[in-house]
């Protein structure tokens, strides 16, 4: 036996499954960073109520995911965790931000093409997003609509919190929802004291006109 042509080949293939194995793993760090960086930018213009922007780029953010899911169908090692993971969620993210200060559906995980851990997590940053909406209609003085985006969030943590199963199975759902809890709280005192202020002022401008 030729031990050493044997040893060789086995090289020969080690090398390549690897070089392919590389070459997926960066097409997927890029894809995943375009995705982010697409999702950012759809979050921001949905702040500003440029929605046709947003769903532009969060169309944009889904093609990269799927370019980096396309590529890593053969090399489940390199899918699970890492940088695709985390466009998931920013995908998730974007689109459920959106469709929350649209007052539109919330889209699904498969009408995003993403798994249930990535889209709760993404939901739960959505829900977190919705204070800036919700402070923003506080300083416009719509305290109705604040108080529907309040609701949003209240359903949304009341939902996640429920799902009761390890990290490793959510993907750190749990730390997830916590910061929602946190940003939930400071939202409902913010909300609260601009209710009774706006209450106090109704009651003076009727005791005003009363005199």
């Not at 194995?21 to 921001?44: F, G, W």
């Not at 213009?45 to 370019?67: I, K, M, N, P, Y």
């Not at 890593?72 to 699970?80: K, T």
């Not at 977190?128 to 969030?153: F, I, K, N, P, V």
């Amino acid at each position: 036996m030729d031990r050493r042509a044997e040893i060789g080949a086995i090289g020969d293939r080690a090398r390549e499954a690897f070089e392919q194995k590389h070459r997926v793993r960066e097409l997927t760090i890029s894809a995943s960073r375009q995705a982010i960086q697409a999702c950012a930018a759809s979050i921001r213009a949905t702040h500003r109520g440029e929605f046709d922007a947003a769903a532009l780029l969060a169309l944009q953010a889904r093609d990269h995911v799927s370019t980096a899911d396309a590529a890593l169908a053969g090399h489940p090692d390199v899918r699970s965790g890492g940088p695709l993971h985390d466009a998931k969620k920013e995908l998730a993210e974007a689109w459920c931000t959106l469709a929350l200060v649209r007052d539109d559906p919330l889209p699904s995980p498969e009408e995003l093409s993403l798994e249930v851990a990535p889209y709760c997590n993404g939901l739960a940053e959505a829900a977190s997003e919705l204070r800036r909406q919700l402070l923003d209609q506080l300083r416009a003085g719509e305290l109705e609509r604040a108080e529907e985006l309040m609701r949003a969030m209240d359903e949304i943590y009341s939902l996640l919190v429920t799902i009761d199963y390890p990290d490793g199975v959510t993907g750190g759902l749990r730390r997830t929802t916590d910061a929602l809890r946190a940003v939930l709280e400071r939202t409902r005192g913010d909300l609260t004291t601009a209710i009774v202020a706006a209450r106090l002022q109704g009651a003076i401008e009727r005791a005003e006109r009363a005199i």
